[in-house]
């Protein structure tokens, strides 16, 4: 692949600074744009080292309002980063909508320099696959984010004369603030990790762009070519996209869904304890799950926990019982409602991303992403081909973070419609509950048989052996408080017992 | 002071238990019409260790609503964070509007643990004084932050018994995730600095209170009276203000200010460079402040950059022209624009201290937090007594930073008023620039005298040895732009010398 790219272009500079004003003008004007179209773009620089990223960045950064872009560099992921998923950083980096994101060297980089370069302790950390890589890509784009890849090519001899001399002679030109020399690069070994790279993952939604570098004049108005290409292919899409989608919601997707079993059925809702024989019980465990966290900080192995359920289906009370044993310190519970503005503008994963717990921390989230495929489902906030696309994508986020080690455990709390009725009524009569109830409540209600069939399909597509789903029979409130205490207990305890083999 | 306080209360389980449910419940409902009103509140803990100041924090998060507060704690502050200026995590943690930020010890601890207890290699970063922390909670009361401070006492022998048993037979009172033993405690040590503490920083807009915790039971009781008291009182404040806020603003404040000088007119604007000298020195000015930037990298010292100066002023040529010999990853242009809505919700220099450069990086304002002066003034966003305290507030914060080592230097871009009308012409005529000029630009405009006073008076009153005003003659684009350039290399390499001592 590499082989074949031409090297010898070369032009003469009158005729570049008059191409590269034409072209930034372009650059900058396609950047007010996608802006007005509120279209995300990353674009990613990625090659060998000495091929003058740096100074291409600059270029490229010289035509574009700084209210619009942001520039980062994989090389300066922190150890702290490192403790977290992979993808972790990378998902706060991107891109609000309108907005473009420069990566430096990225996600590629942090793989490569653990195949060819530097070995370092967190070397587990950095073994992801192509296919991750992939996937991660795919779903940033099926959302709506344009990626664009830049591959700076040069030949091993240009790269050693700019090792060696390039970066002394000139101040404006450099190997991301750490200008190290020649030693210890051996071309053919990265030319060898580039290849499989760039035909592992030059995808038709995320393709490489391979660019000359053994000139600077040449490589700096190649990647403004190709920006530009890509960037108005990208508006015309989205315009295009927008134009049919009027035409698309008129067409009620009548997929031939498979058969969802119906889970929710097969619970028995009678179980019950004395509130003498919780209390006894409730004691101990919370004694109990304050040591576990202290184990789990200690060891830095980090929680996340889940609570869906009905409105008033008790997570509130659950998740108090669950943390009064717990250092505050330790845990953080993240409340989630409808997006805001600022969040809407991103990826509807990504502010989820916001609250990885630190190492050996937990997070619990009173809501969470299922709501794409549970009140955005029903609701029609999602169109059907989002929320089908979700269970895989939410599937692959909880399966980085437990690759991470992270425990992640889901929690459903089941009620009946009639004790859901009772229940509203009841906060509805307490002055000092009344604030709890509110006339969406009352509307989301009507919709128990969408939930039903939304819930079972939630339970059936994303209940994974690593991020488990625990249906919690919550009508009577003792019962479910300490099944939730129950389970979690149990999971942390195989967890440290698996880890002192 | 800490002598006379009665440790020796009790109170029996029962009576506990019935007061803590309702203190709970009232609460609760402060907390919701706290936030009904908009109101921030910070709440700090302090004290002895060993007097369960988790459990304390866990019993009143227990009473709150998950979606109204955060907790946090100094002693997670990381080795990044001392890097940065003492204050600058305190900043990000304040809370929203409406919202509560609970510390689980905060620049007290920071403080005091240096004078005490372990020593460690950036002793000189938590060297702050008492005037500089009322300095700190003074600038947030003025703003409307509400603030609260604790300190959880007990006696020497309560805190041995504690430290050595108490905390191993409950598994749910913790010191903190790092369950310390008794061990190099000092407790007269301790004592007498915490006397210190009370006596320079009790504050009638910050006081302290102190809490008996010889017993648990008493202590919780207690903290909450003394929570729901203070909040009450904040709220009862808050409506009066808003009841008087209508009144005020008949009142046209006519303050007999001091005679500021006309600093702007003292510059010659007729000052000017041929385009071809320009270019020449130019490109040796960009070699040399590239090489600069790495030799400050290399030594971790960042540098904040701040632009203001009248619209068409050129600002943003005079960025561009600096940063185009600077690595894209060692510096980052922040463009300021009126706060959003999440940004009003905070103090109005809350923005800015989020981004603060990391060590040897450099940060660009376009535009910047002398917008309180400027526009806010001008148009009477902020109002008089706001305005006149935000000079000694803006020169706070810039002295923060360059304690801090940070170069700090600010620009403003002077041109006339009839420089400024052909500017807007030009771009109005040039398809390509028509989209800078609209027509606030044009109502600006008709306030150049009111600016002209407004600037002027930030100069005579912000212009500190440490953070400099330099005014730059910028009829001439080319003259403006090396004088920027200029400046900027002669303080670097001021900073370099005086380093290399």
Same mark, same amino acid.
């Given at each position: 692949?590499?082989?074949?790219?031409? =090297?010898?272009?070369?032009?003469?500079?009158?005729?570049?600074?008059?191409?590269?004003?034409?072209?930034?003008?372009?650059?900058?004007?396609?950047?007010?744009?996608?802006?007005?179209?509120?279209?995300? *773009?990353?674009?990613?620089?990625?090659?060998?080292?000495?091929?003058?990223?740096?100074?291409?960045?600059?270029?490229?950064?010289?035509?574009?309002?700084?209210?619009?872009?942001?520039?980062?560099?994989?090389?300066?992921?922190?150890?702290?980063?490192?403790?977290?998923?992979?993808?972790?950083?990378?998902?706060?980096?991107?891109?609000?909508?309108?907005?473009?994101?420069?990566?430096?060297?990225?996600?590629?980089?942090?793989?490569?320099?653990?195949?060819?370069?530097?070995?370092?302790?967190?070397?587990?950390?950095?073994?992801?696959?192509?296919?991750?890589?992939?996937?991660?890509?795919?779903?940033?784009?099926?959302?709506?984010?344009?990626?664009?890849?830049?591959?700076?090519?040069?030949?091993?001899?240009?790269?050693?004369?700019?090792?060696?001399?390039?970066?002394?002679?000139?101040?404006?030109?450099?190997?991301? =603030?750490?200008?190290?020399?020649?030693?210890?690069?051996?071309?053919?070994?990265?030319?060898?990790?580039?290849?499989?790279?760039?035909?592992?993952?030059?995808?038709?939604?995320?393709?490489?762009?391979?660019?000359?570098?053994?000139?600077?004049?040449?490589?700096?108005?190649?990647?403004?070519?190709?920006?530009?290409?890509?960037?108005?292919?990208?508006?015309?899409?989205?315009?295009?996209?927008?134009?049919?989608?009027?035409?698309?919601?008129?067409?009620?997707?009548?997929?031939?869904?498979?058969?969802?079993?119906?889970?929710?059925?097969?619970?028995?809702?009678?179980?019950?304890?004395?509130?003498?024989?919780?209390?006894?019980?409730?004691?101990?465990?919370?004694?109990?799950?304050?040591?576990?966290?202290?184990?789990?900080?200690?060891?830095?192995?980090?929680?996340?926990?889940?609570?869906?359920?009905?409105?008033?289906?008790?997570?509130?009370?659950?998740?108090?019982?669950?943390?009064?044993? =717990?250092?505050?310190?330790?845990?953080?519970?993240?409340?989630?409602?409808?997006?805001?503005?600022?969040?809407?503008?991103?990826?509807?994963?990504?502010?989820?991303?916001?609250?990885?717990?630190?190492?050996?921390?937990?997070?619990?989230?009173?809501?969470?992403?299922?709501?794409? *495929?549970? *009140?955005?489902?029903?609701?029609?906030?999602?169109?059907?081909?989002?929320?089908?696309?979700?269970?895989?994508?939410?599937?692959?986020?909880?399966?980085?973070?437990?690759?991470?080690?992270?425990?992640?455990?889901?929690?459903?709390?089941?009620?009946?419609?009639?004790?859901?009725?009772?229940?509203?009524?009841?906060?509805?009569?307490?002055?000092?509950?009344?604030?709890?109830?509110?006339?969406?409540?009352?509307?989301?209600?009507?919709?128990?048989?969408?939930?039903?069939?939304?819930?079972?399909?939630?339970?059936?597509?994303?209940?994974?052996?690593?991020?488990?789903?625990?249906?919690?029979?919550?009508?009577?409130?003792?019962?479910?408080?300490?099944?939730?205490?129950?389970?979690?207990?149990?999971?942390?305890?195989?967890?440290?017992?698996?880890?002192?083999?």
């Amino acid at each position: 692949m590499l082989e074949k790219i031409n =090297l010898k272009g070369k032009i003469k500079k009158d005729a570049y600074e008059k191409q590269f004003t034409k072209l930034s003008e372009n650059l900058g004007a396609l950047q007010r744009e996608l802006r007005d179209a509120d279209v995300p *773009v990353i674009i990613l620089f990625e090659g060998f080292r000495g091929s003058w990223r740096g100074l291409l960045i600059n270029k490229i950064i010289s035509a574009l309002d700084p209210r619009g872009f942001s520039v980062f560099s994989a090389s300066k992921t922190t150890e702290k980063q490192k403790q977290g998923p992979f993808f972790g950083q990378f998902w706060k980096e991107l891109p609000a909508a309108g907005q473009i994101s420069i990566h430096h060297r990225a996600w590629y980089f942090l793989k490569n320099e653990h195949t060819v370069g530097d070995k370092d302790e967190a070397s587990e950390w950095y073994n992801i696959s192509y296919e991750e890589i992939n996937t991660f890509e795919k779903e940033l784009t099926d959302e709506g984010y344009i990626i664009i890849k830049i591959f700076t090519h040069l030949s091993a001899k240009q790269q050693e004369k700019n090792l060696t001399k390039g970066f002394q002679t000139s101040g404006s030109q450099w190997e991301s =603030l750490t200008p190290g020399g020649i030693e210890g690069i051996d071309y053919k070994a990265y030319e060898k990790v580039y290849e499989e790279m760039l035909a592992k993952t030059d995808m038709a939604y995320a393709p490489w762009h391979i660019i000359p570098m053994e000139s600077k004049r040449v490589g700096i108005i190649e990647t403004l070519k190709v920006l530009i290409a890509e960037l108005t292919e990208a508006l015309n899409k989205h315009k295009l996209q927008k134009a049919e989608q009027g035409r698309k919601a008129l067409q009620k997707k009548n997929a031939a869904d498979e058969t969802i079993p119906d889970i929710l059925s097969t619970y028995d809702l009678s179980k019950t304890i004395s509130e003498k024989a919780y209390e006894k019980k409730y004691k101990a465990l919370r004694q109990k799950i304050g040591e576990l966290q202290l184990k789990l900080y200690e060891k830095k192995i980090s929680t996340i926990v889940a609570f869906e359920g009905w409105d008033a289906g008790g997570k509130g009370g659950a998740i108090k019982r669950l943390t009064a044993g =717990l250092d505050p310190l330790g845990y953080k519970v993240n409340p989630v409602c409808a997006p805001n503005d600022w969040e809407k503008k991103f990826h509807y994963l990504w502010r989820f991303w916001q609250h990885i717990p630190a190492p050996g921390e937990a997070a619990i989230f009173d809501r969470t992403w299922y709501g794409r *495929v549970l *009140v955005e489902r029903v609701e029609g906030f999602a169109t059907a081909q989002e929320w089908h696309r979700a269970y895989q994508e939410i599937n692959d986020m909880e399966a980085q973070w437990t690759k991470q080690g992270i425990i992640v455990q889901k929690f459903w709390m089941q009620i009946d419609k009639d004790e859901q009725y009772n229940r509203f009524k009841a906060r509805e009569e307490d002055p000092d509950k009344t604030w709890k109830i509110t006339a969406e409540d009352w509307r989301n209600r009507e919709k128990w048989d969408a939930y039903v069939g939304a819930v079972n399909e939630m339970l059936y597509r994303t209940d994974t052996e690593e991020a488990p789903w625990t249906v919690v029979e919550a009508k009577n409130k003792f019962y479910a408080r300490l099944k939730v205490l129950e389970t979690m207990i149990k999971r942390m305890e195989k967890v440290l017992k698996k880890q002192e083999k």
